[in-house]
């Protein structure tokens, strides 16, 4: 290990801005399936998918049609609330309404089966090879001898952006405390008189959205590839284990806590030390905290 690098500010700071800005795509990444989990119970195998699908939706909107890139990330958001939420009404609700309390297991296996049938259509629709771009902005600066990319910058607002709209929806908006009093006690808010058959597939939509989105806006990073799911949905259950399961919150500063962590593994040591690393804190999450760094209670339908 080269500890004598971080005797050098400039680049201790290089580490500090890169591991931030992957683990702000890592929170991103996470806050979805945090969502769904936390108010549904469910942990969507899916959820990979789906930010395959939008970030094939940005290349479609943004690079096919010339559409500004802005209108391709909420191109994406839009096209998987859509495809998010008729999957939910179409298959999830009837299969909680047949199995009863029992399930979630069979939720689980049908989002894992989702998985296999999306990443399928899309290698046979889309073929093998990917499909991406160099970069969303153009451009770097440099502070201190630190150097940022402009669209690093344009990541990170975007996150700030996402992060305060969803808690603006969530806490003043009749929609967002319904969804809220459903996570607390669903039995309690279906007693209130609030649909809790709607909630959940409002939030299953509004989970997809945010992970369709994120693709739209990480397709640089991440090109559109029919595999690249699997890639996302192990980032993203890591930070979700990190954060606690159903703390949406929880889940982008474990994203930014996990994204430091390999940048500076990375930056001191060799590549394969950060995931060692990062997998070492998963075990001693699941020992000594098994609800997460951040718990929340939650009480699953």
């Known amino acids: 290990m080269n500890f004598e690098l971080l005797a050098y500010p400039a680049i201790v700071g290089q580490f500090f801005v890169d591991g931030l800005g992957r683990g702000v795509m890592y929170g991103l990444m996470g806050m979805g399936l945090a969502l769904v989990f936390g108010i549904m119970g469910l942990i969507n195998f899916a959820h990979g998918a789906f930010f395959m699908i939008g970030t094939y939706l940005m290349y479609l909107l943004a690079v096919q049609l010339g559409l500004p890139f802005p209108v391709g990330i909420i191109g994406a958001a839009v096209g998987l609330f859509i495809f998010g939420g008729l999957l939910e009404r179409g298959l999830i609700s009837p299969l909680r309404k047949f199995m009863g309390a029992n399930w979630l297991v069979d939720g689980y296996v049908m989002t894992i089966g989702l998985l296999i049938v999306l990443e399928n259509l899309a290698l046979i629709i889309m073929g093998p090879r990917g499909q991406g771009i160099s970069s969303l902005v153009d451009g770097r600066f440099s502070v201190l001898g630190v150097m940022i990319t402009n669209e690093r910058v344009m990541i990170f607002v975007a996150a700030i952006l996402i ?27 279906l007693a209130l008189g609030i649909d809790t058959r709607r909630i959940y597939t409002i939030t299953f939509a509004l989970g997809s959205a945010l992970i369709g989105g994120v693709g739209g806006l990480l397709l640089s990073t991440y090109n559109a590839h029919p595999s690249i799911g699997s890639d996302i949905l192990l980032k993203s259950f890591i930070v979700v284990i990190v ?16 994204g430091l962590i390999e940048a500076y593994a990375q930056g001191i040591a060799s590549a394969g030390w950060q995931n060692s690393i990062v997998s070492a804190l998963v075990i001693l999450v699941l020992i000594f905290r098994p609800g997460g760094l951040f718990t929340k209670t939650i009480t699953r339908p």
């Open 163 to 189: 992060v305060v709209a969803l808690a603006t929806f969530l806490r003043f908006t009749n929609i967002g405390r319904a969804i809220r009093a459903t996570s607390e006690y669903p039995e309690a808010a």
């Open 243 to 258: 954060g606690g399961l159903g703390n949406v919150w929880g889940a982008m500063v474990a994203g930014i806590l996990l």
